[in-house]
């Protein structure tokens, strides 16, 4: 599969994998409002030469390090803002318990979601705000625009993976203002990521939200990639597991709560039916893969072509002081 064998990703500028280590923002900065900045095709040149680009993919391969070899169960730091992260992400689930779903004719999309939303809306710069730091309080309605765009949108009652980065992109900008630091790396994926993606996956089972552009059974997953990511990284070396095994259910059963990766298969099974290799057709063309390092640099390589460089996500992105339009200085 052409998509998954190439050469060896290599992170190169302008990548920042350094992002973790620069210092935070000063108190000073002037913080602003996101607004989208990429409105037509042509524009996808500036996003790509851009510091949010570079810090964006940074995060992205520090984070894919930093998990290499790894178990969700091993033991890490966990700090007072990753705390603080997962009781906020506690309140976004407690809300969709409080907000059950309408009776209405159409299967998809109910119409409760926007009720859910609404209260995440009016509320989302007061949950950031608990988060951050005191000193970096200003920060927080520019922090709180990504955390709304992370949980699908509200007149669509869709979500996919431009929302997704939009968590990540939540998550990259706590760092840029020093509430979490290098040692979080960790928890930030296997406490922080794992939660929302609980959080996530009841959203959509709940609400039954449709796949925000997908490519049906040829894209690699309806609601998620990054996983799959850090994910791979994960199992990279690992002593028995090879990517051929991640469709027997027996071992997903057996190893899920090791493996970010995994958790995504086991939700797979539960939401579709039939084949493996019918209705996750990538994943499946993925399994055959002959080791999980390949799997991990195949899956940057496509996630790159295939949300990052494509407008139709791009264009939904905003961009503010923290994640910033501007070209990467030389």
């Given at each position: 599969?052409?998509?998954?064998?190439?050469?060896?990703a290599i992170l190169s500028p302008p990548f920042d994998v350094r992002l973790y280590d620069t210092p935070p923002i000063p108190v000073c900065q002037n913080f602003m409002v996101p607004k989208k900045e990429i409105s037509m095709f042509p524009d996808m040149g500036k996003w790509k030469r851009s510091q949010a680009y570079a810090d964006y993919?940074?995060?992205?391969?520090?984070?894919?390090?930093?998990v290499k070899g790894k178990k969700l169960t091993c033991e890490y730091k966990v700090s007072e803002t990753i705390e603080k992260l997962l009781v906020l992400l506690g309140t976004l689930d407690r809300w969709i318990d409080e907000t059950p779903p309408e009776d209405q004719p159409s299967r998809f999309?109910?119409?409760a979601y926007r009720t859910w939303?609404?209260?995440l809306d009016q509320e989302a710069e007061g949950l950031v705000a608990a988060v951050i730091p005191e000193d970096k309080a200003a920060a927080a309605p520019e922090i709180a625009v990504y955390l709304k765009e992370a949980v699908g949108n509200s007149t669509r009652i869709d979500?996919?993976?431009g929302h997704e980065a939009a968590f990540a992109i939540f998550l990259c900008c706590l760092c840029k203002i020093g509430a979490l630091r290098v040692d979080d790396q960790l928890a930030i994926i296997f406490k922080v990521f794992d939660r929302y993606l609980v959080v996530m996956?009841?959203?959509?089972?709940?609400?039954?939200?449709?796949?925000?552009?997908s490519q049906g059974v040829w894209g690699l997953d309806d609601f998620q990639f990054l996983p799959f990511i850090w994910g791979s990284s994960q199992f990279v070396d690992h002593p028995t597991l090879e990517p051929k095994h991640f469709v027997d259910e027996k071992v997903v059963n057996e190893n899920h709560h090791d493996y970010m990766f995994l958790e995504c298969i086991k939700f797979i099974?539960?939401?579709?039916?039939?084949?493996f290799a019918e209705h996750s057709n990538q994943?499946?063309?993925?399994?055959?893969?002959?080791?999980?390092?390949?799997?991990n640099q195949g899956l940057i390589r496509m996630y790159k072509a295939e949300c990052l460089e494509k407008f139709p996500v791009i264009q939904h992105f905003k961009f503010g002081s923290l994640i910033s339009i501007q070209p990467v200085k030389p």
């Open positions: 599969m052409k998509s998954m064998d190439g050469k060896k993919m940074g995060f992205i391969l520090t984070l894919n390090e930093g999309g109910n119409k939303y609404a209260k979500y996919g993976t996956r009841k959203l959509q089972k709940t609400y039954r939200m449709e796949p925000a552009g099974n539960e939401m579709k039916t039939g084949p994943l499946w063309n993925i399994s055959a893969v002959p080791t999980w390092s390949k799997v």
